[in-house]
């Protein structure tokens, strides 16, 4: 009797044929992973998998084998086969990990003269799918790469340049932006950095290359478009920041006072050969920038105070400096045709406080049409991610998939293997989750007793937000705004060293056995007694709000309440409950949260309440 074609002669056959990862990373268990199609693909085949096994089975259980010998056979002919199912993939992988390496290796262990830079320039450029052709009759230290439409010109001297251009297209335009970050990539590799991030940039123009191929005389647009929204969207950069500068009477807005109140800042080819946004910059590294910035005219644009030539310098790096949140907007082959927009109605809009005109800017991205329609969408990557609060991603799933959003209530219980957010913050790769965390803060200024932070972290699970799918600006501006939120909240929360309670330890300075001087009862007693420390308990207790309390100063008895609030048009805002007849200034404490010291404004009122009557 013939065997059917869908039935595995054997059990083993059938699990050999399904090709198990090593582990299955329980963060991409999610639709804004950037492996949550690869992961999701794999479980739909383990599903299959196991239908044919349990078919197999129930085949082979009815036959029934009382000969010794068969089943002596059948056992050897499964160590045989399992022995070649493990030497062919220990040969796959092994060709796999070659592979990989020679792609990793590009770029390095060279002189770094001009033949040898050419020479790896034309290596990662053949790698991408572009052809070389030096320059022979043009000055020494040139090459030229070429794709079907787009035209790199490269030259060493009398500095590492590049220029592009548009073969056979009328539309093509010349771009300062995309010259000057190959430049950058270009003068890495002269100097014997990596040549990986060219490679790949090389690899996503090419992927460009061929939709313009496809479209004829107008394809360069796939190159144009970059330039031409970036240039929409400055203007409405321009309008919030004048609309601050009139609010605050300054010539120049402070950058982190425009990505706090206003939206991410437009910065093509900023770290990647698209579109790229800058997110949220925290105080470190805001100040970091201001004081490495030359100055720049109150009448020069962009009218904020750090020079856009100096963003680029500073920020462009793989990985990005630590404090900086980036985006890229990047089409990606899909292996579905991507959605339709998602109704407006029901999406969860930006808000535009300081610019409404932006209202009505919604920019549909360009999509393939031909044979490429439905082969590619457009996605903003946020490089090795962003920690994320559940409501936060739920925030997201109602901008891009308003048609599910009954889907995602987050009110059924939490998958077991999901850590709590804090938990993927504070201790990444811990194997226990903690309840609370504590830490200290000392003034620099000594201005108060040290603050003896203790944390209680939320049950809200956490996920890492790589990659959204989007389909125009006002989903990109909304996603955006949610992920700003989230990192203005996980940068004051990294802003000190944190540990979880149960390997901390007893708190600094604490002596319980200590005898009490009447000195100190009696310093207790009229309200001027300073402690050896501070206790203060830290609250998240909304997506963009946190709560600290601490005792109020002796012998008055009850909690000082502080609440520190991130608002969307005023910035972040803050409240002071109790501190009777300390005169706290308000203002002071907001600044001090823009300035990094959020977790030291107990600290500050204390020292408030100190000199109150």
């Known amino acids: 009797m013939a065997e059917s074609s869908d039935i595995p002669p054997t059990v083993l056959s059938a699990l050999q044929a399904t090709p198990i990862p090593d582990n299955i990373v329980t963060s991409s268990l999610h639709p804004f992973s950037a492996s949550s199609e690869k992961t999701v693909t794999f479980l739909y085949t383990l599903l299959e998998t196991t239908e044919r096994v349990a078919t197999s089975v129930a085949l082979h ?68 799918g572009m052809q070389a052709y030096p320059g022979h009759e043009a000055p020494a230290g040139t090459l030229m790469l070429g794709g079907k439409v787009l035209v790199l010109d490269v030259a060493l001297i009398p500095e590492p340049a590049v220029h592009a251009s548009y073969a056979g297209s009328a539309e093509g335009r010349d771009s300062p932006a995309m010259d000057a970050f190959f430049s950058r990539l270009l003068s890495g590799i002269s100097k014997g950095g990596d040549g990986r991030r060219l490679r790949d940039a090389l690899e996503y123009l090419m992927r460009l290359d061929e939709l313009a191929e ?74 970091s920038l201001q004081r490495s910035a030359s100055a720049i005219a109150p009448s020069q644009r962009p009218s904020f105070d750090i020079p856009s030539a100096h963003l680029h310098s500073c920020l462009s790096s793989d990985p990005p400096p630590i404090g900086v949140t980036r985006a890229s907007l990047t089409l990606v082959p899909l292996p579905q045709p991507p959605p ?102 000392v003034s620099p200024t000594n ?64 002596d319980g056995g200590a005898d009490v001087t009447e000195e100190e009862l009696r310093a207790l007693l009229s309200g001027t007694y300073t402690p050896r420390s501070i206790p203060v308990n830290v609250y998240v207790v909304a997506p963009a709000a946190m709560v600290l309390t601490f005792p109020e100063r002796p012998p008055m008895p009850g909690m000082v309440s502080i609440s520190v609030l991130l608002n969307r048009a005023t910035g972040a805002a803050v409240e002071v409950q109790g501190a009777m007849g300390a005169d706290v200034q308000i203002s002071a404490l907001e600044e001090a949260v823009r300035r990094g010291g959020a977790l030291g404004l107990p600290g500050r009122v204390w020292a408030a309440s100190q000199t109150a009557p």
């Open 61 to 128: 259980s009815a036959a029934a084998i009382n000969d010794s010998r068969t089943v002596s056979l059948l056992r050897q002919q499964s160590a045989g086969q399992h022995t070649l199912h493990l030497s062919r993939t220990q040969v796959e992988k092994t060709i796999a990990a070659a592979q990989e390496r020679r792609r990793a290796d590009m770029g390095y262990d060279s002189p770094t003269d001009d033949s040898s830079t050419l020479a790896r320039v034309s290596a990662c450029s053949s790698a991408a």
């Open 447 to 510: 201005m108060h007793p040290p603050l003896r932070l203790t944390l209680t972290a939320t049950d809200e699970p956490g996920y890492l937000l790589e990659r959204v799918r989007v389909c125009n600006m006002h989903e990109v501006w909304a996603v955006l705004e949610i992920v700003r939120d989230q990192c203005w909240l996980n940068e004051i929360l990294n802003g000190i060293a944190w540990m979880p309670e149960a390997i901390a330890g007893p708190p600094i300075n604490e």
């Open 214 to 287: 496809h479209e004829g005389n107008g394809g360069a647009r796939w190159f144009s478009e970059v330039d031409a929204l970036a240039e929409e969207l400055g203007k409405f950069t321009q309008e919030e920041a004048a609309f601050l500068a009139q609010l605050t009477g300054r010539p120049s807005v402070p950058l982190d006072v425009l990505l706090l109140h206003g939206h991410a800042l437009a910065l093509p080819y900023l770290h990647s050969p698209a579109l790229c946004f800058l997110v949220y910059l925290s105080p470190r590294a805001y100040l």
């Open 340 to 441: 339709p927009p998602a109704d407006p109605l029901l999406s969860h809009p930006p808000s535009f406080p300081l610019a409404p005109t932006a209202l009505g800017f919604t920019h549909n991205f360009p999509l393939p049409t031909g044979q490429d329609a439905g082969k590619y969408g457009w996605v903003l990557n946020f490089g090795q991610g962003v920690v994320m609060s559940q409501s936060r991603m739920l925030e997201i799933a109602r901008v891009v998939q308003p048609q599910d959003q009954l889907s995602y209530t987050g009110t059924g219980p939490s998958l077991s293997f999901v850590t709590s957010w804090i938990d993927m913050l504070l201790n990444p790769g811990g194997a226990l989750s903690s309840e609370r965390y504590t830490a200290t803060y």
